[in-house]
């Protein structure tokens, strides 16, 4: 379907001994951003590879925009573009020279495209200063005009944020947002850096050993990583209804082991506390739980920080 813009089907990657991908089916819905999360060696650029034609898989199959042959597969990819592994430039030319030889390589016709797209990542004032002198952020930013240089429908980047300071992470940040919601692009990123990706991506694919573990939309990440209080008392139906009253909660439920889940006064205990304590409700457990990103991911893999 039109709708995916990528389909997976129990695609698997061997190299030698090491299954690197295991039975692996994904499918990417146009228009959104995919963080792509999963430990060193997990199998995420492997994966990558594979979509980018760079690689090919031992077992399974795969289709962009549903088509699934290799012929049809090496035009679709035209549609791509990416950023694998740190970008490859030329640091004694400018940005525009760099440009420059990547349009004769790929046969772009289009000489305008190189303006248009080093404006589009904040590069067109960078005249003839040589690439040797850019700022990490501005290599990044290079990498990410060379991905673009055909007008991608579908962008790749694969850790494109490794060793930015924080201004050049927010440079990056809010590149991938224009680039979705003005362009439509459907992006797919990979990074260390999770609580950068759950401030950048609309979905999230998590992925161990060369498994996908979980597929996760925002909302449905937020839901589970939200920040609540946990409340133990002597008297759960007493206190579910001081809390009510007394504090007028609304965010509220009543856990099947009765551990009361309070989504307000997070950074209010005492006030929880001494509205139950009024009451002469016994309160043996008042904790704020809550996961990061990071924090989500090792519970899933059963890891430790």
């Known amino acids: 379907m039109e709708s995916f813009v990528l389909e997976t089907k129990g695609i698997s990657k061997k190299y030698r001994s090491t299954l690197a991908l295991d039975n692996v089916s994904l499918k ?59 970008p490859a430039l030329y640091t004694n030319m400018t940005a525009y020279q760099n440009m420059e030889v990547q349009r004769i390589q790929r046969g772009i016709p289009d000489k305008s495209i190189i303006e248009k797209t080093l404006n589009l990542v904040g590069l067109s004032d960078t005249g003839r200063k040589k690439v040797r002198n850019f700022s990490l952020g501005m290599k990044q930013r290079l990498g990410i005009a060379v991905a673009l240089l055909n007008t991608p429908e579908f962008l790749i980047l694969d850790e494109p944020i490794n ?42 694919i998590f992925i161990d050993k060369g498994r996908i573990i979980e597929e996760i939309s925002e909302a449905e990440l937020n839901e589970k990583c939200k920040q ?64 990061t990103l990071e924090e989500y991911f090792l519970n899933k893999i059963g890891g430790n920080a």
């Open 228 to 291: 609540r209080v946990e409340i133990k008392t002597s008297d759960p139906q007493k206190a579910l209804m001081v809390l009510e009253q007394k504090l007028h909660a609304e965010k509220i439920k009543v856990m099947p082991d009765n551990t009361i889940q309070l989504y307000e006064y997070v950074d209010d205990l005492e006030k929880i506390a001494a509205a139950l304590s009024n009451e002469d409700i016994l309160v043996t457990g008042l904790t704020v739980k809550g996961d």
């Open 28 to 86: 990417l819905e146009k228009g959104k951003i995919y963080g792509f999360i999963g430990q060193n060696g997990a199998g995420k650029t492997t994966l990558i590879r594979l979509i980018t034609g760079l690689a090919f898989p031992t077992g399974g199959e795969l289709a962009l925009w549903g088509k699934s042959s290799e012929k049809e597969l090496q035009e679709q990819r035209k549609r791509i573009g990416s950023l694998i592994e740190g």
């Open 163 to 204: 060793g930015l300071d924080p201004a050049g992470i927010k440079e990056v940040r809010n590149l991938i947002k224009t680039l979705n919601k003005e362009y439509g692009m459907t992006i797919l990123i990979s990074s260390h850096i999770l609580e950068e990706l759950h401030n950048t991506a609309t979905d999230f």
